[in-house]
């Protein structure tokens, strides 16, 4: 569902295009520094409620 949708890039950057495993954060690295965007991250920069 996800690789089909405006998230797919997000799928296509783990390369390999095998299985994924999904903690509710993504890592990338920004000039040469790892970055975390966490679910709690998500919610405080949309406003949307992200609880259980």
């Known amino acids: 569902m996800l ?4 998230f797919r890039l997000i799928m296509l950057m783990g390369g390999g295009g095998g299985g994924y ?8 690295r920004f000039a040469g520094k790892a970055i975390r965007y966490a679910i ?5 920069v949309t406003g949307l409620n992200c609880g259980t």
Do not use: K, P
Request: aromatic share 24%.
């Open 21 to 28: 495993t999904f903690s509710y954060e993504l890592w990338c």
């Open 40 to 44: 709690g991250d998500f919610a405080v």
């Open 3 to 6: 690789a089909e949708s405006q």
